[in-house]
Each structure stands twice: as structure tokens, then as C-alpha cells.
């Protein structure tokens, strides 16, 4: 199986895979033939229907991750993904953090971590974890699933997660044992890997040591591709949501960064609230752009303008009443799906955000 460094026009169809691929200025271009996918299917009414329609075939097409929406604990789950995916056909979707501890140990009970249903393609999964082993693990376990890529969390500054040793954001400090584990990732999966971090840690923070951890990252493993949160983070006590605002943001690493290592990817995050504001990183080099609170706290205003002003490709058609309705067809499909989860306010909490 070739192991794709990039990204290209993808299009699927499950069990026999075979991809087209179209050029794009950034991303590498690459041809892929992907394992047979077995998808495990959060299944929706509508999604029955559709696969009804069209038995053992599944088209996936996607456009390079230009666009991404950021992983975000507790937000961008299942249903705020399936409303993203109304909204934007083409943004590239991360799941939340989950542990690898909790895939492996979870092992008989999977779908309820890692299933999705199809239309969230291109999608992310991002883990957390610090034991080679669990991280190897966990993503032999999701490729059952066939996320698009997955994306090793060295970002997270939590007491809870960067407190308890090499685990999120603490990663950064020791690139060696990074790139260790990415290489286990990488040996466990046909998907490209990919790295979150922000741009230091603590008194970590120059420029110099951030080309180290990318140099050592980048050279010892297969991750050609880095997503950097361009803020350090201060493990000394402040919250996780006041190191997403007190630590100032530094976009001139991002960009050395793109100057310095040319042949890797760089998406930038952090700070970025408009679309006009996603199109002059690109202008600016950006391989990709990834927005986290104001997808989530606007995705209309967002995500309804991704298609068209990044992809170039036609808006999505859906009034916003239609989306909410389609939202809504899908939320009593999944009511109560795990006993008592997801509830009723699992699924409306996404409604407000849809009115700014
Ligand atoms: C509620 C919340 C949860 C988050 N959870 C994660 C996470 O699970 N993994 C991660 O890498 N980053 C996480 N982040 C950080 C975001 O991915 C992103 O890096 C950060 O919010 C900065 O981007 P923004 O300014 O566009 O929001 C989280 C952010 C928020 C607001």
C-alpha cells in the first residue's frame, strides 16, 4: 500500500478503491489505492436511504484541507460535525481529542467513540496519549473507520492532560519521543499523520526551538504535515481557555516556519474569526487554514462561505431553515442512540449559534 504524503481529489467508491487525482498548488499531489474500507456507520435515517440507494458503494471526493475546522473537546462531536457538514461540503473536520488509552480499552464498545457517518469525509481524528504502544494501537483499532488522517495532539495545555507528563503540549519538549510516536502511527495506518502543536512551552519559546522540534518531527518520521496553534502555551497554572487568549499570538513563526522547511505543510491556527481573514493566509502561503471557536460559535457565517470563497466550488444550496431541518431529521434519528445519550441537549446545542 502507497502511503500518500499529500493531498488530491479523491474519489472512492467502497469495497473496490481506486482515487482520481487532480492537481492543486499547494498540497502534493499523490495517486492512492485504499485498502478496502469496512465503514462502521453512525447511520441516519437519511443516510440509510441514501446507502439504500446505492448498495456497497460509497463516494468520497475531497478537496485538499485548505479549510479545517479545529478539534475541540466536548464541541466539534458527532452533531456539530453533521451540522458543519450541512453548512460546508469541503471543510475538513477534526474530531475531538480522544485518548488512545480510551480507544484500546474500549475496544469491544468502538462505535460509540469513533463511528461517524459518511458525509463528514474529510474528517480527522485526532488522538492524545503518551504511551507508543496505545497510540499504535488505538489507530490500528480506527482504521476500521477510515478517518482521512490522523492528527497526534501536542497542543493541549490542560493541567489534566500536559500535567501528568509527556501528554498534550508537553510533548513539544521532547521532539525525539514525538517522532518516535508518529512513526509508530504512521506504521499503523495507509492515512497520512499529522501533528497539532502550538509554537512554544513555557520559556521554550523561540523560534529556534520550535525549528528543532519541527526538524526533529519531520526528519525522524513520516509527518509532513503540521498544524500549528501560533501561541505558546503556559503550563504555570492559567486555564486551558486563558491559554487559548493570554499568551500572544505569534503568526511571524507560522511563517518562518513555511519559509524555513518548504518542502512540509503548514496549516496556521489561532485567532482567525472571518473568511476574508482564511483567504489572506492562503494569499500569504498558508497550505491550509484552521478556525476553532468562530466555526463553532458561527458556523453559518463561517462555514457558509467555505465552499465558495476557499474551494471555489458553489455554495451550499440549503436555506438556513432548511439546514436546521435536516439538523433536526437527524438529531431524532439519533436521540437516545447509547441509553440515555446523546440527549436532547446534546443535540440542540448547537441551534443558538445558528441565529448570529
Ligand atoms: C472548547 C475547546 C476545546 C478544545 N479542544 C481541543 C482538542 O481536543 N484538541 C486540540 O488540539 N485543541 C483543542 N482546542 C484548541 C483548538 O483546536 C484551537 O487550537 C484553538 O481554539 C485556537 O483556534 P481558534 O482561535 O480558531 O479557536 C480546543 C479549543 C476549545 C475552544
Not at 503556559?234 to 519559509?259: C, D, T, V
Request: with cysteine.
Amino acid at each position: 500500500m502507497m502511503k500518500l504524503a499529500g493531498y488530491s481529489l479523491a474519489v472512492s467508491f467502497a469495497p473496490i478503491s481506486s482515487n482520481v487525482v487532480k492537481s492543486n498548488k499547494r498540497f502534493t499531489v499523490g495517486i492512492s489505492h485504499r485498502n478496502r474500507c469496512s465503514y462502521r456507520l453512525f447511520s441516519t435515517h437519511a443516510q440509510k436511504h441514501q446507502l439504500h440507494e446505492k448498495p456497497g458503494v460509497v463516494a468520497r471526493y475531497h478537496l485538499p484541507p485548505w479549510f479545517s475546522v479545529a478539534p475541540m473537546m466536548d464541541w466539534t462531536d458527532h452533531h456539530y460535525r453533521t451540522l458543519a457538514r450541512l453548512i460546508s461540503k469541503h471543510a475538513w473536520l477534526y474530531t475531538e481529542m480522544l485518548a488512545a488509552e480510551t480507544i484500546v480499552h474500549q475496544k469491544d464498545n468502538l462505535d460509540r467513540f469513533l463511528a461517524y457517518s459518511p458525509d463528514q469525509h474529510p474528517i480527522v481524528l485526532q488522538i492524545g496519549g503518551s504511551n507508543i504502544e496505545n497510540l499504535a494501537k488505538a489507530t490500528e483499532l480506527a482504521n476500521a473507520y477510515c478517518y482521512d488522517e490522523i492528527n497526534l495532539n501536542c497542543g493541549c495545555p490542560s493541567p489534566k492532560v500536559a500535567g501528568h507528563g509527556c501528554f498534550g503540549v508537553s510533548l513539544m519538549l521532547n521532539p525525539k519521543f514525538v517522532a518516535e510516536a508518529m512513526s509508530a502511527i504512521a506504521a499503523s495506518t495507509n492515512v497520512p499523520v499529522s501533528v497539532k502543536c502550538r509554537i512554544g512551552v513555557d520559556d521554550h519559546d523561540s523560534y529556534n526551538e520550535l525549528c528543532d522540534f519541527i526538524y526533529q518531527v519531520s526528519s525522524l518520521s513520516p509527518t509532513k504535515h503540521f498544524i500549528i496553534h501560533s501561541r505558546k502555551a503556559l503550563l504555570n497554572g492559567i486555564s486551558p481557555a486563558e491559554n487559548r487568549s493570554i499568551p500572544p499570538l505569534k503568526y511571524e513563526y507560522f511563517y518562518g516556519l513555511l519559509r524555513d522547511f518548504p518542502d512540509l505543510r503548514f496549516t496556521i491556527n489561532g485567532g482567525i474569526t472571518s473568511v476574508d481573514e482564511v483567504s489572506a493566509a492562503r494569499e500569504a502561503g498558508a497550505h491550509g487554514v484552521m478556525v476553532g471557536r468562530a466555526a463553532y460559535n458561527n458556523p453559518w457565517q463561517i462555514l457558509g462561505h467555505v465552499d465558495a470563497a476557499i474551494y471555489g466550488t458553489p455554495s451550499c444550496d440549503l436555506t438556513r431553515r432548511q439546514v436546521l431541518e435536516r439538523y433536526l431529521v437527524y438529531g431524532d434519528s439519533v436521540l437516545g442512540k447509547y441509553g440515555h445519550r446523546p440527549t436532547l441537549r446534546d443535540i440542540v446545542k448547537q441551534w443558538s449559534a445558528m441565529f448570529l
